[in-house]
């Protein structure tokens, strides 16, 4: 298990240090650890995200749901933001995702094209924003470009930034996929390497070791992949996303794992929000209990 | 005694919104009251506020303060909040006071000069901005000029604007002084017709007949002084100052009085920190009562 | 004696503490102390300070001098540095002074107009800027306008700002004058209120009792003096200027008593430079065993 | 005699370096000296300037002078630069002078505004730019700002600065006038600590010695005054002016003890064009014979 | 053997003197040579650059390594500058690397784009900023826009500039390779004739003679084609860079012959640590005593 970066080791500035404190100190469990409630689906996937559950098509029911479940933030893009969250101004914290695209388009050359900006999120009340870098993707130069004024406004808003830390491209498919032990890896160190104060990141499957560059042809456990992954992002602090539905215990699983590995969160929306209200406020329940078990001091 | 707005009935967006539900309902007594430590009196009357109790003169003591008397946030000018609050971040709302003078040249022409920016203020991470007005000042158009641009980028910011509207200079002092009740009534209603969204008095003084304008002339109670201000300031939250040390009764009988007429809350700084350590709290612990007999719902 | 505030206590951001860092372990006696060589009395008060030692009119006689004396930094204006330390590049730590003016007009209404940019001084290769405030002025308001940018500009690049916090004007002269322990002290700490990172002060004098308010109407010591003033500033490091040449013994004692109030460091130019260059040599050596007894820790 | 700075060792960019040497080594002597032509006195003084020698008020006139002369520049405003210049281009460096004013109002609190930009002197071909300077006017603090824009403009378009460095208002009257030793000396001074490249300065009167500062109060000789006055510019290149028309010794002695003392050249125009064509012939030679016993090296 | 160009010859103001002058001078073995390290990989190569040393993947372990080894700088990225240079800002000068790519998509068309700014730098503290050029790559136009902006900043901030000149794309692969002594001495000679202040090149390679134009198509010795380089890059200071891991004798020998050519340093990641920590400290024992025998004057 890797030491976790506390805020007070991460150079943060005061206003950046404030609205994390906030987050992970102000909500959820208060213990330094964070549950976010991912809400972008809609312009990432479309409504079919929303057929196992007809009910979380309504913004309003996910907002109920982040409340009562106790999520330290919920991430919108700006539409349902400027149309939902003033309803619940102060009840959650708001995550701006600043940009997203549709999956109709090929992602062979994926860009997630800026929606939103930092200035408009602290007007909000956002307390933090979000950033999806396709890590490895051929338009790497304008993703990059891009970014770093999106970096640059967050610094002089003193606004968070979570990166989306996502390999994509035909590129990154063909040296092992999106979702390899290189992959991920790979995305850990980049959002640390450019400023990221907080790393979004799938779980890592090493046994991928087909087509990816050494040392990652040798297979490792997936607790090896996680602890490696999180030490990749340094001080830019990691939260594990579900990805689509599966199975709980594989979640749990996945979860507890992120957490023994020194991340400090979860971000999970489908796996909570694609079943009915009582059995998500369950599975919420069990994931409160991982995090309660990994306790981070605030120094 | 008047019905309090919510912020709800408000007129915010979401920023200033959030921000100010977190003041009023994640901090203090979390019942839509508020009690503010104000610390700017030593660039407003030097360090010789800090002789009844040399431990005040030190930001951290101030701060440490806050924190254990439960307030729902403490008023500092740019300095202190960059050299001190990093290490408080997140633990009381700052609010980040934009103007301030020196008292050392004359007052008759009253004009508080811009010190720091709204987005300073974003930067730090305060969840507020104050604002002096030095209503009925010779110098009114520099200041209603400034001022302009501070409400203007609080709007930009989702950031709430507190003016401490205070009546000032010659023009003012020849017709009753500035803490008449002509002259504070005067003060809450510029604040509201110029969008203050909370605005910071004095308690009238309904005595101070001398040279008022009519009906301000006759002499009415101490408390329809304090509904009739209230009144004037609309929407505009109020916060009800203390100003210079006095007995504690006579502050007591101040905060209830305001709290029956409607104010939202209590900004006491010299009259809490220009004691010992333990008499502030007894005297925090008093006020905190009156507060808690005057709940706001959030609304 | 008062605690010194450390860099990293200071809430800097990594350039301005770089800076620092270079100034005061980097160079003189690299135990944390500093000892400033100021040289823009030329444009402050004209050539006829350079009567008692013509040598010292020109800008190479006084680099020389403070490479080979060991100072800290050397302060010059724009133009000088322009045509002068070019040659010197990089072998002593160049503070350019931002504004200035004549002593020809009246100074009751001093304000010091700016002379260089903070972007010129990094263009130029200073690591710190400095910046005269006169306090108390009826320019204020001009004054706090002025500096406010000039603060600003100095968070955006990181460059330390040390003010020259001098009560002037008629306002003060009618309250005790500006060397009065009141007025100093209220100095002090409109520099901690506004945002210096340090504060060069004059030595208060505490005799000077008549017309002051109170509590500065009662006698202290010097050494009570001098200990308020460092604790005014707070976590701006403060500077004692040497003032008009005076006698040696008089000046080891300011010097002696400044650092035993937890001051970081003196800033001496005339009672440096007025005499010949041996004599100087040895006023400096005994100065520096001063700062050597008192070593400030880099943490 | 004061050492004379060479352009190498003036700190200058190339651009300056480039224009100053084209001035200094590619007209008049060639030898590093300068004879400048100044004609700015239509605006200053008006036409009745030009009742001595009717000619001389048709710009044709002083320019076909200039040039028969072999001056190294003319000094224009811009309204005689655009009607005239452009015929004359590339045949005598011009010095578009960007601020003046007329006499006709006071000058107690005197300010020279600009007429002119950097960037027209660009644009009309000239080698240098020219600003009165009116050192110790009470208007000091506008003519810094102005002053300081003009300098960084010079800077940033490689353009050589001539700063006329005029004590002026009624602060330098009370304090023995104008053109005193002290006034001469604090103008030379303040123009190198502003960043002069090159200062015009008049000719300083040593016997004026009531109510000025030590130590300008015990007489020195003509020779000690401009001695020291030059050396005061430290490495601002130095040129005498005239001043209005005097007798031709008069002249030929102050243009030898200036040149003797250090100046880099003369700036002569009533005294020159204030007489009939073959008289300011004959005059100009003589001054061209003190400026062939003063060369200077490129070095 | 060239003649190595001192800081004097070079044409740099102020600010780039100062800085090279610390650089050089106060830092490493202070004689006017340079040792970098480089700790950019991570971003450039991804973590499987850390796999034969897993401690060199905090960046904490490097700091520590550039303190301890006396180096005259490391080089990173903006995300690591922000997270872990603030605790060691001071102890070592930082190269803030201005762009950066990871390389997981084709560089048959590389473009390294801009992840920070000179401003950024300025406000770290950093005391160079390093930018990749990809010579002769397909996208040398996008690539030259983009450099030049930099080259400008860095200009108007005094902020050496080195350049990574690195031949690179498609089109060098056709015409000998990108380590080719032809593609290496047009980068050397690219860097100088954009502006470069300083130029990382790798090591040339004589004997790849394939496809290259005349006359690198006949073998010279790597003594001969390192003076070549070094002499192509003109006052552009070179620093000679390490590469991936190899041999330690063919390092020093590369050293060794770089320095012999005129480089003015060596910049040496990979084989530095990537092998434990004692022994990188004997490697660079090693490497600092070939800097010893090639002292720089500071003239």
């Given amino acids: 298990m890797n030491e976790r970066p506390t805020l007070a080791s991460h150079g943060l500035g005061p206003g950046k240090h404030s609205r994390l404190r906030r987050i992970l100190f102000d909500h959820g469990l208060r213990n330094g650890t964070a549950l976010f409630l991912p809400y972008d689906q809609g312009l990432e996937h479309g409504p079919r995200d929303f057929a196992a559950n007809p009910a979380s098509s309504d913004p309003r029911y996910i907002l109920d749901l982040a409340i009562e479940g106790g999520f330290n933030g919920v991430v919108l893009q700006i539409g349902l933001a400027q149309q939902f969250f003033w309803e619940y101004a102060g009840q959650v914290p708001l995550v701006l995702k600043l940009n997203g695209k549709t999956e109709i388009p090929s992602d062979a050359e994926a860009l997630s094209p800026l929606n939103a900006t930092v200035e408009e999120a602290v007007r909000l009340g956002a307390d933090a924003v979000g950033y999806t870098l396709y890590v490895g993707t051929p338009a ?136 009915d209200r009582d059995e998500s406020m369950r599975f919420v329940a069990t994931l409160r209990k991982v995090l309660e078990e990994h306790p981070s001091s605030a120094g």
Avoid: C
């Fill in 140 to 275: 790497q130069e304008a993703d990059f470009e891009q970014y770093r004024k999106v970096r640059a406004d967050a610094a002089r808003f003193g606004m968070p930034l979570i990166v989306w830390a996502y390999p994509r491209g035909s590129a990154i498919e063909a040296k092992g996929g999106r979702d390899s032990f290189y992959a991920v890896d790979y995305a850990a160190r980049t959002a640390s390497e450019l400023g990221a104060d907080v790393v979004k990141l799938n779980f890592p499957h090493p046994d991928k070791t087909e087509h990816v560059p050494d040392p990652y042809g040798t297979a490792v456990s997936a607790q090896q992949a996680v602890d490696a992954v999180v030490r990749s992002a340094n001080r830019s602090l990691v939260l594990i996303s579900g990805g689509s539905h599966a199975g709980d215990d594989a979640m749990f699983d996945k979860a507890r794992r992120s957490m023994d590995a020194g991340a400090t969160g979860l971000i999970f929306g489908r796996n909570v929000w694609q079943r």
